[in-house]
């Protein structure tokens, strides 16, 4: 029998569309524990911090508030603005088990090629945006980039004007609700117009050779990871980078980025 980090969280029964990478690549699983936001105990639990979101029903309106973790504050209802308090008794990591993680009580930020995501973006439907991205909507085929941020702080000839993607309610719950994978240097969600992918796991020069048609697994990497090149395809021969992967859930195509430590 494998080991538990070895496995996936489908094989753990714990399912995320979204994450079929190994449970040892997800940066914030926490194993078995009791949930801070429900009190179920031994359940599966994640530890949301900086980035990550806990919400509740508004106690006027009912509908739903979130806070932000890394703040810990008061916050007015998106719908009725009434003032939501912190929930009593959490601190800055919380455990947030499997159940209240699907159910969207603890929402794990994430960053995407379309920039941060996280509470307000998902109230907004747009991410946070990433600089000159206006400038690449030939990439993004099918999604609808729209001007972020304060653009008076982006009048300078100096400064790119920041756009970030509109995205489908549904698409941001979902990778809300997904856990954030490990990384050296901070994690990219990619896309397939504006449907995100799903996360297969950090991948090897074989992992290339083995789902490549033809074998083939220099092509593959080639055709399917970005700013990448034969350098970099040595590069991860000898270990000295990191390779992450993705499938798109509809056309099967892999998508991947690098990094290194
Ligand atoms: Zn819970
Ligand atoms: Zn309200
Ligand atoms: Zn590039």
């Not at 990550?52 to 106690?59: F, Q, R």
């Not at 950090?202 to 034969?230: I, K, M, P, T, Y």
């Amino acid at each position: 029998m494998s080991s538990p980090s070895h496995m996936t969280f489908a094989e753990l029964g714990i399912p995320f569309p979204l994450f079929a990478a190994p449970v040892a690549e997800a940066s914030k699983y926490d194993g078995l524990g009791t949930c801070e936001l429900c009190n179920t105990a031994e359940s599966h639990c994640f530890r949301i911090g900086i980035g990550d979101a806990v919400t509740h029903p508004c106690a006027s309106c009912g509908d739903v508030v979130g806070h932000h973790v890394a703040d810990r504050a008061a916050v007015p209802c998106p719908s009725c603005s009434a003032v939501a308090p912190w929930p009593a008794g959490l601190g800055g990591r919380i455990r947030v088990c499997y159940a209240c993680v699907r159910a969207g009580r603890g929402l794990m930020g994430k960053d995407t090629e379309f920039g941060l995501l996280s509470w307000e973006q998902r109230v907004a439907g747009v991410t946070l945006g990433v600089p000159g991205l206006g400038e690449h909507r030939q990439d993004y085929p099918g999604v609808e980039l729209v001007q972020t941020g304060d653009p008076e702080m982006q009048l300078g000839e100096m400064m790119d004007a920041w756009f970030g993607a509109k995205l489908p309610a549904a698409a941001m719950d979902e990778l809300l609700r997904t856990p954030t994978y490990s990384t050296w240097q901070g994690e990219t969600w990619l896309f397939e117009g504006p449907t995100p992918m799903i996360y297969l796991g950090c991948w090897q020069a074989s992992n290339f050779d083995a789902h490549a048609e033809d074998g083939n697994g220099e092509r593959l990497f080639l055709e399917a990871v970005q700013d990448a090149d034969e350098g970099t395809w040595d590069d991860l021969a000898d270990g000295s980078i990191s390779v992450y992967v993705f499938r798109s859930p509809t056309s099967g195509r892999l998508r991947g980025t690098w990094d290194r430590d």
